[in-house]
């Protein structure tokens, strides 16, 4: 399986926008930039389609070393969560949701 990279990203931008290999670079940057600091500052992000990036706070708590077995604490801490979409799951396992769940058959 391969790893899709900045070099990729900035690559479809270029073929698919249009724009110079430089200006899709630093669209990706100032993407990828303001994704960073909106959740460095704790809000959500929701693309539709695709999923729902969030961080959650975990608070302190014992762990145990697997090999010694000796606890140890683990410090409180932010972490970064993400939820894909329906499409998304849809998508990746190859399957095409139902759009027509609420229409009426009479």
Do not use: C, Y
Not at 15 to 42: C, F, P
Request: net charge neutral; glycine share 8%.
């Amino acid at each position: 399986m391969e790893t899709v990279t900045r070099a990729h990203l900035v690559e479809a931008i270029f073929t698919q926008v249009g724009l110079s290999r430089n200006e899709s670079a630093d669209l990706l940057e100032h993407v990828l930039e303001k994704l960073s600091d909106t959740l460095e500052s704790g809000k959500s992000i929701k693309i539709s389609g695709f999923g729902t990036f969030s961080v959650r706070q975990k608070g302190r708590r014992i762990g145990r070393n697997p090999k010694t077995g000796e606890e140890v604490p683990i410090l409180p801490r932010r972490v970064l969560v993400f939820r894909p979409s329906h499409v998304l799951k849809a998508h990746v396992n190859g399957t095409v949701p139902d759009l027509n769940v609420w229409e009426d058959d009479a």
